[in-house]
């Protein structure tokens, strides 16, 4: 496996080399094989039990990022990956980079004091949701896979210790940004836009202030189909602090996720959340502010006059709104099978949204219910049969289609996941994944084995995620 050194050259105290810690047992309890043939990784089960702990190094020397975030909308000015360590950059069949990074592999320059470790449960957790997502046909980062360490940490509770190898296609962050322009680096910030474009956005061709204004917009469109893929399918981030919102516009950091069952735009799961802010229906707010933070963060790249720079950047972040709502729209057009538009589908849509909420329905089900009755008699609930007399009548022959492809008949949900969790930490593997597994690599494929993961719905109020994994 031969890496590609990344960042090295963006400003000082930006990639700073840091080796991985070894540690003292470990064993491959993941691996991801579709994944390690895109990328030709051929390995004896030893060398991948090795290189992917950490215990061995490679070639090209190890690096930890530094990055800032803004977390619960409070400034951090140097975060940084105090866990992580990124290996470097491999080359996939479309000539595509991708950063490889080990999470959970000691401590590193910016650990502040943390022990650089992951525990299991997360790891595991990182592994199987972004896969699910990545399923799903939502943009996420990758995992390759997850070793047991062998070792204990101590959280909580006394738990069992793993490394995850995580795969992205960059992990230039908001964070990223902010970490420059704290520092006022101009030279620096420039450096990493330019590699930013370069690896993601190579289509911006202008030059000068209008090169960073439409990468600003560029990130903005992505920030906004990713947020809509989330609500299509009810996943709630639970952390979308800046240090987590990728310029790629993928999925990262699965800490405190969740899979909203009942619909309600205010579900939150995560302990931490007191006010909400990353309640499922607050993401694109929060979206829209970390890519505020972004078009603050590019003023000096824009023009040395900040009034000037405001007042280019400003038209971009104000049309945010407006940009969502049509794309969001759009989702709720797909879900529901309408075909053009037509007068009376925004009542048709908040009608049905209402009496999701106020029966507590289930969103995947519902939706995927709502589908299979083009076809067959599906359970529709009750509530809904007087509502769908009106919806009937704006389907035609390609509502089947449109709804199947928009609408899962499995998604990973809260409980299941902790069950598998468990299976894992106790026994270092799961038979319930393993089964899992089958239906979830096929999600919009309407099948019989589907509803058995179906029917373990939680109520919001008894499902709480953490932080500090
Ligand atoms: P996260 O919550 O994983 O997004 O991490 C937020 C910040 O805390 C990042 O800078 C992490 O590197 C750091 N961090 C989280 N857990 C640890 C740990 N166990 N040891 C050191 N740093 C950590
Ligand atoms: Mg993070």
């Known amino acids: ?27 491959l309890l993941l691996w991801n094989e579709p994944l390690a043939q ?55 069949d479309d000539n595509q980079l991708w950063d490889i990074q080990l999470k959970g592999s000691g401590i590193t ?76 680096d101009l030279k620096g910030l420039k450096n990493l836009a330019d590699l930013a474009i370069e690896r993601h956005y190579s289509e911006i061709t202008e030059t000068g202030a209008q090169r960073y204004l439409m990468f600003l917009q560029k990130v903005i469109n992505s920030q906004i189909e ?71 963060s590019l003023m000096g790249l824009i023009d040395e006059d900040d009034e000037r720079a405001i007042e280019l ?33 925004h009542e048709l849509i908040s009608e049905l949204l209402k009496l999701l909420n106020e029966h507590k329905l289930d969103y995947t089900n519902t939706f995927n219910s709502l589908t299979e009755s083009l076809l067959a008699n599906a359970k529709v609930p009750k509530v809904l049969h007087a509502w769908m007399l009106q919806w009937q009548a704006r389907t035609n022959n390609d509502s089947y289609t449109i709804m199947r492809a928009a609408n899962p008949c499995v998604i990973p949900r809260n409980n299941l996941i902790e069950d598998i969790l468990l299976e894992f930490t106790q026994a270092g593997c799961s038979e319930i994944y393993k089964k899992f597994k089958l239906v979830m690599d096929k999600p919009y494929l309407f099948n019989e084995n589907s509803a058995e993961f179906n029917h373990k719905i939680n109520d919001a109020l008894n499902y709480n995620t953490f932080c500090g994994t």
Not at 9 to 17: N, S, T, V
Request: proline fraction near 4%; glycine fraction near 10%.
């Open 1 to 27: 496996m031969k890496l590609l050194p990344r960042y090295t050259d963006i400003a000082d105290d930006f990639a700073i080399e840091n080796t991985p810690s070894s540690v003292s047992n470990p064993q």
């Open 109 to 184: 320059h910016f650990s502040r004091g943390g022990d650089g470790r992951c525990a299991m449960g997360p790891a595991v957790r990182e592994y199987i949701m972004s896969e699910a997502m990545h399923a799903l046909g939502i943009k996420t980062t990758r995992c390759l896979a997850v070793v047991s360490s062998g070792e204990q940490v101590y959280r909580q509770s006394p738990q069992p210790g793993a490394i995850v190898t995580r795969f992205a296609s960059s992990h230039i962050r908001v964070g990223s940004f902010q970490y420059l322009a704290a520092q006022g």
């Open 38 to 92: 895109q990328f030709d990784i051929n390995m004896a089960e030893n060398d991948k039990v090795q290189i992917f702990s950490g215990n061995q190094a490679l070639a090209t020397p190890a690096v930890a990022l530094g990055y800032s975030g803004h977390q619960f909308g409070h400034f951090s000015p140097r975060l940084g990956d105090g866990r992580a360590h990124l290996l470097g950059a491999l080359s996939d």
């Open 226 to 296: 990713l947020v809509v893929s989330w609500m299509r399918v009810g996943f709630i981030h639970g952390v979308m602090n800046t240090d987590n919102t990728l310029i790629s516009g993928e999925t990262i950091d699965y800490g405190p996720c969740a899979m909203m069952n009942q619909f309600d735009f205010d579900t939150c799961y995560s302990a931490i959340d007191k006010q909400g802010r990353y309640a499922f229906g607050n993401q694109p707010n929060i979206a829209s502010w970390n890519c505020t933070r972004l078009a603050e």
């Open 313 to 345: 950047l400003s038209p971009i972040i104000n049309n945010f709104s407006t940009q969502f709502n049509k794309a969001f729209t759009s989702m709720w057009e797909k879900k529901l099978g309408l075909v053009g538009q037509h007068e009376g589908d």
